[in-house]
């Protein structure tokens, strides 16, 4: 049997990639954030999610599931919250309008699974009620757990004013 030229790039591609990524996993156990959270036992942060493109979106609701696993490894009780603003408003509920379900159907989906896990571990969710009506989403169609508000800059500013720490998600 004769291996194609093709065949072997992406073999020897394959083969770098993961010989680069081995130094990174063997020493994963040894990473911490020890010095950032010192004497920190309990966290208060709020994500302010802007994304216009629902895979990215996805990737980092991923990413946020991803903070709370590590700050229990840390050690630190984790108290999340979640603001969608602007055009994520779109990706978040069970209605998109056809253009949106059309190109992005998939990640539609992944978007409601990873919205559920994350209301699962006790993360909370509000939604700009200016930004709804503005790109025509109806309240009563947002995915469950996810709760309108007045505006989301007024809960930005009001968990910040209560101690959150802002992550922004743009």
């Given at each position: ?16 990639s ?21 004497g ?57 309008s ?8 998939e ?11 994350l ?18 989403v ?12 007045r505006?989301?800059?007024?809960s ?15």
């Amino acid at each position: 049997m004769s291996l194609s030229s093709p065949f072997i790039k992406v073999l020897s591609t394959l083969l770098l990639s993961t010989f680069w990524l081995l130094p990174a996993t063997a020493h994963s156990a040894e990473l911490n954030n020890q010095a950032a959270l010192k004497g920190i036992t309990e966290i208060h942060t709020l994500y302010d999610i802007r994304k216009s493109h629902p895979k990215v979106m996805l990737a980092y609701l991923k990413g946020i599931e991803t903070n709370y696993e590590n700050l229990l490894k840390e050690n630190v009780k984790p108290n999340l919250r979640i603001i969608f603003i602007s055009s994520a408003v779109k990706f978040i509920t069970t209605k998109p309008s056809e253009t949106v379900e059309m190109e992005h159907g998939e990640a539609l989906k992944g978007i409601a699974i990873q919205i559920q896990r994350l209301i699962d571990i006790g993360v909370k969710m509000e939604v700009c009620a200016a930004a709804t009506a503005y790109f025509k989403v109806d309240n009563a169609t947002l995915l469950p757990g996810i709760k309108p508000v007045r505006s989301g800059f007024i809960s930005v500013m009001g968990w910040q004013a209560q101690g959150y720490s802002l992550v922004p998600v743009y």
